[in-house]
């Protein structure tokens, strides 16, 4: 996870409403009933197979409609557009006027998030092997995002291969990695606006 190319703001104030914009969406993310959908009773999938029986698989998760919200506001939290993605939100904290174990932790946590991503899913699609950080995308821009050909065209071959069910459900647990570090960061951030909130407020 590269730094950001966008350039972002150097004054304390403009940075922390920045922070505290990360924090409305990371809010909304955790109020949405994606986890719970997700993680419900029943939720899974199951595969059957059968001498001179076609191969079935179902699968229980989170609904189409609550996916798509959901990945209607992490995508802000990914993408770099404004300016709250976790690098850029990481960066941020490096230019704030806190201890320096604040930002090593801030640092660190993109850092498990990074290699998390970078683990290969362990399947093989017309000879691609992608990692959690690419199956995230093909299904974030081949399904759920604007639309992208490139993506369009692996999803597709995603969805025709004999284990789509359960890629389906690497996805709901990469959206749900993704939450759980929001949560981490707002509380994070939280902490950091009530440190400098405090050291601004006078002393009568």
Request: hydrophobic share 40%; with cysteine; glycine share 6%.
């Amino acid at each position: 996870m590269a730094k950001s190319p966008i350039p972002l703001p150097t004054a304390d104030d403009e940075i922390l409403v920045l922070l505290r914009l990360f924090n409305e969406q990371a809010g909304t993310l955790f109020e949405y009933d994606f986890h719970r959908e997700a993680c419900g009773l029943g939720s899974g999938f199951e595969i059957k197979f059968g001498p001179g029986q076609p191969e079935s698989a179902t699968r229980k998760g989170a609904s189409q409609q609550m996916t798509s919200a959901t990945i209607l506001v992490l995508r802000k939290l990914v993408q770099q557009q404004d300016k709250i993605s976790f690098p850029q939100l990481v960066e941020m904290h490096q230019r704030l006027p806190i201890p320096d174990r604040k930002k090593q932790m801030s640092a660190k946590q993109l850092d498990i998030l990074a290699k998390y991503l970078e683990e290969p899913t362990g399947y093989s699609i017309k000879g691609w092997t992608p990692t959690r950080g690419d199956l995230f995308e093909v299904f974030m821009y081949g399904k759920f995002a604007h639309n992208k050909q490139e993506h369009i065209a692996k999803y597709n071959d995603l969805m025709n291969c004999p284990f789509a069910v359960m890629l389906e459900s690497d996805f709901e647990d990469i959206v749900l990695t993704y939450i759980e570090v929001a949560l981490w960061y707002k509380s994070f951030n939280e902490s950091i606006l009530l440190s400098l909130d405090t050291d601004k407020t006078p002393v009568l």
